[in-house]
């Protein structure tokens, strides 16, 4: 009868042991999981605070063009066709950079017909490097280094451009696309026209 009763407190007793030890392994075991929920949350806010500030940054850096004109027309060619541009960046949140700034104007080549030199699109490009102040030339390579926000500027861009090799050329009943491109930010877009009798002067935005 004693030997029964002792067997009976070692079970008991070992119930409760492997019932301790069971509830210690549950508790870190929760200690663990919530810690890597933990982490797994911090790193999902930290990923969401690092994107929403790329993207913030991306759409900041716009381009608001206020004046889009012919500065020269050559109606000769392209030699000594201009664009006036007066524009400033009213969003972005820090300076950026005049050579972190391009543009391009793609526009159609003239030719009709059915040969495989015909209706094809031809470049000029270049960037903002010779941007300025509206105090300025406009055509100035050592006038600033970098936009500030919110300040106004212009710029005569040159459909030689790049070095001479551009090849559009404005001339009547052309249509073309003007397109501004910052380094990390948005693009923007200008579809244009120049009617039949446009003279130095003519806004392409109307």
Known sequence: MFMERGDKSDERAEFALSSMVTMIMILMFSSIIAGMLVMIIEQAFMGSRTQSIE???????????????????????NTNDQIYIA??????????????????????????????????????????DFATPLTGTGLNQNAITQFTPGTY???????????????????????????IAV???????????????ATSGYDLMS
């Open 55 to 77: 993207q913030s940054e991306s759409l900041n850096s716009m381009v608001q063009v206020l004046a889009f004109e012919i500065e020269t027309y050559d109606t000769l060619g």
């Open 87 to 128: 524009f400033k960046f009213p969003y972005a949140s820090s300076s950026i950079p005049d050579t972190s700034v391009k543009w391009a104007i793609m526009c159609d080549d003239g030719n009709v017909g059915g040969g495989p030199s015909n209706n094809m699109l031809d470049f000029s490009t270049g960037d903002f």
């Open 153 to 179: 500027y212009h710029i005569i861009l040159s459909m030689t451009s790049p070095g001479g090799n551009g090849d559009c050329d404005l001339r009547d009943n052309y249509g073309g696309t003007f397109v």
């Open 183 to 197: 380094e990390n930010g948005r693009t923007t877009e200008i579809d244009f026209y120049v009617p039949r009798g």
